[in-house]
Nanobody, 123 residues
Framework: VQLQASGGGLVQAGGSLRLSCAAS????????MGWFRQAPGKEREFVAA????????DYADSVKGRFTISRDNAKNTVYLQMNSLKPEDTAVYYC?????????????????WGRGTQVTVSS
């Protein structure tokens, strides 16, 4: 499975961005898809994940109510809509895929990773 994230950029605090992740390879609809992020000097942390059907989602407490994960299995794409962005959301965001039916929030539970896209939020 190859994952290609896009949509990152520079935005002011309070603004919005939408990240996209296009997947190719094995059947996309069978994967749990997730987003993690890593800020300079910090460990990679869970942001959000979505089940293969889109019926279940999970979010980190720090982004609940501001970020929304969704997927379009017909387009083999997962999205992360980020609203009310804060400077502390600045990080490289990674798209990831898990070949299982359950959502988990630890990075070792995911099987494939994209190269990441930079999100910078200015104050």
């Amino acid at each position: 499975v190859q994952l290609q994230a896009s949509g990152g950029g520079l935005v002011q605090a309070g603004g919005s961005l939408r990240l996209s992740c296009a997947a190719s390879g094995r059947t996309f609809s069978t994967y749990v898809m997730g987003w993690f992020r890593q800020a300079p000097g910090k460990e990679r942390e869970f942001v959000a994940a979505i089940s293969w059907s889109g019926g279940r989602t999970d979010y980190a407490d720090s982004v609940k109510g501001r970020f929304t994960i969704s997927r379009d299995n017909a387009k083999n794409t997962v999205y992360l809509q980020m609203n009310s962005l804060k400077p502390e959301d600045t990080a490289v965001y990674y798209c990831t895929a898990r070949f299982a039916s359950t959502i988990v929030a630890f990075s070792t539970g995911y099987d494939y990773w994209g190269r990441g896209t930079q999100v910078t939020v200015s104050s």
